[in-house]
């Protein structure tokens, strides 16, 4: 029921702000920029008597989109990858704050004014070792590697219905999506490996194979002036496995522009897959960008 609830007031918010999207028609032929920003935030204390743990840590940011726009088509591409890290007095290991590589591609023919026959491929992983954190019997910090390139990776697509407004608002609905989950079959002959521990990978096997209902929505808009939001929410549902768990993957960027190349940035991204961790995945970024935009 919390689920549900989550679902429908993040469904719900992209609704309401769908009338704050700004209608830009897109040019015709191909149409590419992006932007690469790095976020730089620090804490030191010296004597301080509340207390306090000295740390520095950077987030590298890339979005590049291309796009193709003829009369009765449309197909649009984007790439994100992000990697940070921070450092901590207390800690002997640097830690990630973010590992992410991304590659969305949505093709559209116009069925009539806004609707679109579409096909869609996403496909996702990291680009380093991850890591679970745990003392030994002395207190020592330890750790064991958890996760690593391509696994997990996760490549989903399917035919489907685009509702898009613009550029900067569209829904894309897939009713019979395919997705495969790749791990490295290391982690999944471990011993006392338990069946589905693993990103819902059975034991010695190294992928999972889902068909089920994939939605996907974004929304870009100014919410004040040189403050823009942009907001990207997908939903799936397996068929053929507790269709009732639907994964959600919410992502939100909101940039106040200070100058031309200097911003502060709020990143938040929620996501919720039983196969990867029984609860809410949670991460908030904020910190000053230095930015460049091709």
Not at 8 to 30: A, H, V, Y
Not at 129 to 134: C, L, Q, R, V
Not at 266 to 278: R, V, W
């Amino acid at each position: 029921m919390v689920m549900k609830k989550h679902i429908l007031l993040i469904t719900l918010l992209f609704f309401t702000i769908q009338s704050f999207s700004q209608e830009e028609k897109s040019k015709l032929g191909w149409n590419t920029d992006g932007i690469i920003t790095f976020l730089f935030n620090q804490s030191a204390f010296s004597n301080w008597v509340a207390g306090g743990e000295n740390n520095v840590a950077g987030n590298l940011n890339v979005n590049y989109n291309f796009n193709y726009t003829a009369e009765n088509h449309t197909w649009d591409n984007r790439i994100l990858a992000s990697y940070g890290i921070t450092k901590s007095k207390n800690s002997p290991f640097t830690k990630k704050t973010d590992d992410r590589l991304e590659f969305n591609s949505l093709y559209g023919k116009q069925a009539s004014k806004n609707w679109f026959y579409s096909a869609f491929l996403n496909f996702k992983t990291q680009f380093t070792k991850g890591y679970n954190y745990s003392k030994d019997e002395n207190g020592k910090e330890i750790r064991d590697e958890y996760t690593n390139f391509l696994s997990p990776a996760y490549l989903t697509f399917g035919p489907g219905m685009l509702w898009k407004k613009s550029d900067n608002f569209k829904i894309n609905l897939a009713p019979a999506t395919a997705k495969f989950t790749f791990v490295d079959d290391y982690f999944t002959t471990t011993p006392n490996y338990v069946d589905g521990d693993y990103f819902g990978i059975d034991e010695g096997e190294n992928s999972r194979f889902e068909l089920g209902f994939n939605a996907s929505m974004f929304a870009k808009f100014n919410l004040f002036e040189n403050v823009s939001m942009e907001n990207i929410l997908n939903l799936y549902s397996n068929y053929l496995e507790d269709p009732e768990n639907i994964d959600l993957d919410y992502t939100m960027n909101m940039v106040m522009s200070i100058n031309k190349f200097l911003s502060a940035n709020i990143i938040f991204q929620t996501i919720y897959d039983d196969n990867a961790y029984e609860g809410f995945q949670v991460r908030e970024v904020f910190g000053l960008g230095i930015n460049y935009k091709f």
